[in-house]
């Protein structure tokens, strides 16, 4: 769990686009406080139209089950066209205590997510 601060403070979110993907980077800490902006990148990224959503998660070092539900729902929206890469060590035990590395696309690179066949 994070350090208790008086706030935490937002992720960062960036988007861009790599061929015919759109590769959205997470840093920081996503909770219950601060993964709206993430909710709303992937919700914009599935209105337009069927292409790769990639997301980052290299810079990501903490998510609670608010993050868990916002990728949850983004594949149950977007199939394998969401790529999730190179999770850091704690949510890579996350995803394989939940059962979810079974689930959602794990790629160790945005090359190679972006490279990838759905």
């Known amino acids: 769990m994070p350090p208790q601060s008086e706030a935490t403070p937002p992720a960062q979110i960036a988007v861009r686009q790599d061929r015919e993907a759109q590769v959205i980077s997470v840093a920081g800490h996503l909770d219950l406080d601060t993964v709206g902006p ?37 594949y149950s929206t977007l199939g394998t066209g969401l790529r999730l890469v190179a999770p850091s060590p704690f949510l890579q035990r996350l ?18 997510a972006v490279g990838a066949d759905a």
Request: net charge negative; charged share 20%; hydrophobic share 45%.
């Open 38 to 74: 993430l909710d709303e990148a992937l919700q914009r990224a599935a209105s337009e139209g069927p292409h790769p959503v990639v997301i980052d998660l290299s810079g990501t070092d903490f998510a609670d089950s608010s993050a868990v539900n916002v990728l949850l729902r983004a």
């Open 95 to 112: 995803f394989t205590l939940t059962g979810l590395d079974g689930v959602l696309p794990l790629y160790p690179s945005v090359p190679k």
